[in-house]
Structure formats: C-alpha cells, structure tokens
C-alpha cells in the first residue's frame, strides 16, 4: 500500500529565510505532484515532477524528485508573506487509485 | 474560461437525506475525480472517472455514487447522509491520466447534522 509522509506537519518561519518541506512515500513511483492551499480555498497545481532527477523551480519555490530515495522536496528560498498556505504532495501509485495525498504541510512565514 | 465548476460551495444535512454535488468542467478533460479532505489526512479519493460511461471507485466510496453521462459532468450522490461524510468535498479535472496534473474545483463544504 502507497503512503505518503509530509515533514514537516506545521513550520512558522520569519520572513527571508531558507526552508525545506519533505515529502517521502512507501513504494515505487516516478510521478509526484506539488499543490498549494490557501485557507478556505481550492487546490492549485505548483509543480508536476514525471522522472528522476527532475527539478523544476517557480520563483521562490524549487521542488525536486529522487525515485530511488522515494523523496521529493519543496525549497523556500528567502520567504516571504504570501507564500503562507498550506501545501500538499501527492504520488500516483500505479493503482486503481489515482493519487495518494500527504497530510500536508501548514506553512506560516513571518512579516 | 470556467475551469472547473462545482455548486453548491455551502451545504447543511440532516442524517439520512440525499443530495447531488455537481461538477462540470468545459476543457474537454477525460479524467475527473471525486476527493473528500478532512483535517490533518490529506485528500482522499471517492469515486473517479476516465472518461464517459466509465466509473471506478477510490479509496472511500462507500456512501457515495457516481455517473458520467457526458464529458463534461461528473455529479457525486450521497445516498443517505450521515455524520461521518462532514468534509470539504473536491472535484478535479485531468487532461491525461495524471502526467498534467489535475485542476480542482472551488469545493463544497458538507455539513451532516
């Protein structure tokens, strides 16, 4: 069975600083997406990573993909504000399900 | 361009009522999905579908059933609502089976009293 862990749970960090969310899940997988909630909203595709190795960045946010560590990770570079959400990873497992969910990541960044 | 449409976004049961949750989406995706989230576990799948006339169920279907008649619609049912199905509910939409990633719906907040 596909698990996925998101490390971690809650992280307050003042604003310009340096972070590192982890996402880790149990079983053979090539394709894990990055999502972004904001409270009482929708979900918002950030990065969709397909291969080992791959590495994608979006402003201030990199996300990157180890298939042989099963470990994807979403760098904060000098946060600011507005990057407070929460953000979820999510591993398509090969099942009949389509995608496994972390617990999510609640992100606080500090004026 | 509506993306992903679900209504209502607010709901209040009592036990043992039915209802429909809709979803429409208009970029002609094939793949469309039902989730529940509930605090501190992430998403859940309910019932998916790849592609019209074509249903399966997720990790928590029971309770709920799904059709797809056309493409663009994917109602979810609850059959006789109980506490247990207080959530925030999800549809999402996919151009392929996963590799583009998936646009979500606005939500639907349930409440089962």
């Known amino acids: 069975e596909l698990k996925v862990e998101q490390n971690p749970l809650f992280l307050s960090m003042q604003e310009g600083k340096n972070y590192t969310i982890y996402c880790n899940y149990s079983?053979?997988?090539?394709?894990l997406y990055w999502y972004r909630q904001d409270p009482g909203k929708s979900l918002e595709s950030l990065f969709v990573l397909l291969s080992n190795g791959a590495v994608k960045q979006e402003g201030r946010l990199m996300a990157s993909l180890d298939t042989k560590a099963r470990l994807s990770t979403l760098h904060i570079t000098a946060a600011v504000h507005d990057l407070s959400a929460t953000y979820f990873c999510?591993?398509?497992?090969?099942?009949?399900?389509?995608?496994?969910w972390g617990a999510g990541t609640k992100l606080i960044i500090k004026p | 361009n509506a993306g992903v449409t679900q209504t209502p976004k607010f709901q209040v049961l009592k036990t043992g009522q039915s209802m429909t949750l809709q979803c429409a989406q208009d970029m002609n995706h094939e793949y469309m999905s039902w989730y529940r989230q509930d605090p501190g576990m992430g998403l859940r799948l309910i019932h998916y579908s790849v592609g019209a006339g074509i249903t399966d169920q997720g990790e928590v279907p029971n309770g709920y059933n799904v059709s797809r008649s056309t493409t663009e619609d994917f109602p979810l049912r609850l059959l006789s609502a109980a506490p247990s199905q207080t959530s925030v509910y999800f549809c999402a939409s996919s151009r392929d089976r996963v590799g583009s990633g998936y646009t979500f719906g606005s939500g639907t907040r349930l409440t089962v009293v």
């Open positions: 079983t053979t997988s090539d394709r």
């Open positions: 999510a591993v398509d497992g090969d099942s009949n399900y389509q995608l496994i």
